[in-house]
């Protein structure tokens, strides 16, 4: 074998890893839409005749709070309005000084329902801030609450959020029900990437042997909370959700995911801004969720040497470097492969979000952002995260420096600043 059929050998044998797994993610996609489908189309009998929902156990939702964020009078206020017959609500912080705090004194103040409860955590000394202030608003939740919810402060619910969300804790096997954020792509950009990054996540949560809860919309059953005990895997974590994840399949147990929960979050985002969240999030899976971040870097580089093998093999052909034109023009098909398959993938994504997101929280801008990112932005950005995020285990979340020493252990470097004075709007929410 000669050096030219060695490459031609070599390309071919990362352009058909690639199709393979492009060919299972292409299925997967499928198989993603035809749960969304299902899962919309059973959404009817949830309720009963009077319209209400038929499932209704009493629910405490959990909100910590961390400053006054951009969406947060929104997610206050949206709350008031859940189609729910009994839910209480705690707002968590770590201080009094926080000017979140007296925010939403200020919102809810003369609410008659929901009821609401302020929770003062104290300052995390080994543990994440956000870990350490839901478990203070877990030990004062009121002992006829049945579900513990717990939403994130930038998450603005729809009316129907909490009925869905609980829905599926009726089963004996169900541990918990989570939700998504979909980031939409208006805004920029940055938005658009972001938006790209983000969608490969959404289409593996029907997978109930690879999905995880998601700390900004996830639902469990109080006694179960109890029995697996994820009070004690909290304990020195930063990470809620990965660590709520093991305990629930330590249960043995499964994570429903329900689409009708799925939250579309269209604020901006700056590249800065983006790529320091992304790298947060990197890091954390890497300690916190290994599995999930080996897979991520394996799947993701196959798929994209396959791609830019075939390409670059086209390209030199088509320049006259390297190899015949028949190899040229077997490189351009391989390559349109690869970009079908992706493409695919992305195009039943958007079927499947259609079915539970409607305008303005999904729009055609996400549809070109979902599609062309996937086949030339999310693999590189991927990638970039993954390779500057090996050798590192410190973030900066919120105020507050941490090392991630391992999933149950996390230790607080420093406070980076105290939480600067911020006005309340003058806006009052309405009950």
């Not at 309720?47 to 939702?61: L, M, T």
């Given at each position: 074998?000669?050096?030219e059929q060695?490459?031609?050998?070599s ?9 393979i797994?492009g060919i ?9 839409f035809?749960y969304v489908?299902?899962m919309?189309?059973?959404a ?9 929902f038929?499932?209704?156990?009493r629910?405490?939702i959990?909100l910590?709070?961390?400053g006054?964020?951009?969406k947060?009078?929104q997610?206050?206020g949206?709350l ?7 839910y ?20 809810t103040e003369?609410?008659?329902?929901p009821?609401?409860?302020?929770i003062?955590a104290?300052?995390?000394?080994h ?10 608003a877990?030990a ?5 609450r049945?579900t513990?919810?717990?939403l ?9 959020w909490l009925?869905?969300?609980v ?19 208006s805004?920029g950009p940055?938005a658009g ?8 996540t ?15 919309s ?7 909370f109890e029995?697996l005990?994820?009070a004690?895997?909290w304990?020195h ?5 990965l ?10 147990l499964?994570?429903r995911?329900?689409p009708?929960?799925l939250?579309?979050?269209p604020?901006?985002?700056?590249f800065?801004?983006?790529w320091?969240?992304?790298r947060?999030?990197?890091i954390?899976?890497?300690?916190c969720?290994?599995e ?7 799947l ?5 040497t396959?791609?830019?093998a075939v ?10 470097w390297f ?10 098909a391989?390559?349109?492969?690869i970009?079908?398959?992706?493409a ?5 994504r958007?079927?499947?979000?259609r079915?539970?997101?409607?305008p303005p ?9 979902d ?5 030339f932005l999310?693999g ?7 390779f500057?995020?090996l050798?590192t ?10 090392e991630?020493?391992?999933p149950?252990q996390?230790?607080?470097i420093?406070?980076?600043?105290a939480n600067a004075?911020q006005p309340?709007?003058?806006t009052?929410?309405?009950?």
């Amino acid at each position: 074998m000669n050096v030219e059929q060695a490459i031609y050998l070599s390309v071919f044998v990362l352009w058909a890893s690639a199709t393979i797994q492009g060919i299972v993610s292409l299925w997967a996609g499928f198989r993603f839409f035809q749960y969304v489908r299902k899962m919309a189309a059973q959404a009817a009998d949830l309720r009963g005749p009077d319209g209400r929902f038929v499932y209704q156990p009493r629910v405490a939702i959990i909100l910590p709070c961390c400053g006054v964020d951009e969406k947060l009078e929104q997610t206050v206020g949206a709350l008031a309005r859940l189609d729910y017959d009994d839910y209480q609500i705690v707002f968590t912080f770590e201080s009094e000084d926080d000017p979140a705090y007296a925010a939403v004194g200020c919102w809810t103040e003369g609410w008659q329902r929901p009821k609401i409860r302020r929770i003062v955590a104290g300052l995390a000394q080994h543990r994440g801030q956000k870990t350490h202030n839901l478990l203070a608003a877990v030990a004062a939740v009121s002992n006829d609450r049945e579900t513990l919810v717990f939403l994130d402060s930038d998450v603005v619910p729809h009316a129907d959020w909490l009925g869905h969300l609980v829905a599926p804790l009726s089963e004996e096997g169900v541990g918990a029900a989570t939700g998504y954020r979909w980031y939409a792509a208006s805004g920029g950009p940055a938005a658009g990437v972001r938006c790209a990054w983000n969608a490969a996540t959404v289409s593996l949560l029907d997978d109930e042997a690879r999905n995880f809860c998601w700390g900004g919309s996830t639902a469990i059953l109080r006694r179960r909370f109890e029995a697996l005990n994820v009070a004690r895997y909290w304990e020195h974590a930063l990470s809620d959700d990965l660590q709520l994840t093991r305990a629930v399949r330590d249960g043995g147990l499964k994570i429903r995911f329900v689409p009708q929960a799925l939250i579309s979050s269209p604020q901006g985002t700056t590249f800065r801004e983006f790529w320091g969240f992304a790298r947060r999030q990197v890091i954390i899976t890497r300690i916190c969720g290994r599995e999930v971040w080996w897979s991520g870097l394996v799947l993701c580089a196959n798929m994209f040497t396959g791609g830019v093998a075939v390409a670059a093999l086209f390209a030199v052909g088509l320049l006259g470097w390297f190899g015949s034109e028949r190899a040229t023009y077997a490189a351009l098909a391989g390559w349109v492969v690869i970009t079908v398959l992706a493409a695919g993938k992305a195009v039943l994504r958007q079927m499947a979000l259609r079915l539970v997101l409607k305008p303005p929280d999904l729009s055609r801008r996400d549809l070109w952002w979902d599609v062309v990112g996937t086949l030339f932005l999310a693999g590189p950005v991927h990638l970039n995260l993954i390779f500057s995020t090996l050798w590192t285990r410190r973030i900066t979340w919120r105020n507050t420096e941490y090392e991630l020493i391992s999933p149950e252990q996390t230790r607080v470097i420093g406070r980076v600043k105290a939480n600067a004075p911020q006005p309340i709007p003058s806006t009052t929410t309405q009950s």
